[in-house]
């Protein structure tokens, strides 16, 4: 099947997982929506970011996509079971690949998760990691400065570092946990300073590879994998600042984004 898949995020953080599964399926064409202008979903109320997931959506399927991967953790917290039940294509998450990844890998099932307030407030995660395994002990943090800090391209320096440093300072006194999810898509990019403050003794997940394979069963599974060897033009769209999209794009991918464009849903604005 040569339609493309969908993939949604309320920033630049979802760029994260689409380039995982560009790199697992490099077959496919992708479309990939970030709201970058009402970005971030984390401190918003459940019934805004629901509201705000579905005209992503429904902006996707328009395109005819075959497959939906919501590439943000708290647009998947709140819309995941409602979006599979409602759509008649495959819908898959990152919370639910993120916490499988973590429990491979823990030790001692004492797993951290930083993530949004919004993802962290609603114990997806927890109750994720403790669905697979009742033993596994949870300690989350709320790191709200990580996603405007992304947004604005701060990933290295002196500023990013002492932002970090300060943010994850009470989950390091808890000093038990042996692996940490990165339970906002956003977070893979300033990964290197999330280790390198909590050490290198810490396993550091994100849920990109997990999600990626998951995409890749079910369509699979479904008969829907392209088997062209077209070599596959995959789309960007904005709601936010075309230019700042573009340069983290292109420090993320290895090959510079080729159409990019900006994009009106209900409620946002463009602008020049």
Known sequence: MRQPIGVIDSGVGGLTVARELMRQLPKERFIYLGDTQRCPYGPRPEDE???????????LLEKEIKM??????????????ELQEQLSIPVIGVIEPGARA?????????????????????KAYPNALRAIDAKIRV??????????????????????????ARTLTPLKEMNHIDTLILGCTHYPLI????????GDHIQ????????????????????????????????????????????????????PVQILE?????????SA
Not at 49 to 59: C, E, H, I, L, P
């Open 102 to 122: 973590a429990i491979k890998v823990s030790q001692n099932k004492r797993i951290g998760v930083i993530g949004t307030e919004g993802t962290i407030n609603s």
């Open 68 to 81: 939906l991967v919501i590439a943000c953790n708290t647009a998947t917290a709140f819309t995941l079971e």
């Open 262 to 270: 900006l994009v009106e849903l209900e409620g946002t604005r463009s």
């Open 49 to 59: 970011v629901r509201a705000f997931t579905w005209q992503m959506v429904n902006y």
């Open 191 to 198: 990964r290197h300073l999330v280790q390198k403050e909590m």
């Open 204 to 255: 550091v997940i994100s849920s990109g590879e997990e999600t990626a394979r998951e995409a890749s069963l079910i369509l699979a599974y479904h008969r829907a994998l392209n088997t062209s060897n077209e070599q596959p033009v995959h789309e960007f769209y904005t709601t936010g600042d075309i230019e700042k999209f573009r340069v983290v794009a292109n420090s993320w991918f290895e090959d």
């Open 139 to 164: 300690n989350d943090l709320a790191c709200p400065p990580f996603v405007p800090m992304v947004e604005d391209g701060i990933l290295e320096g002196a500023e990013a570092e002492g932002v970090v």
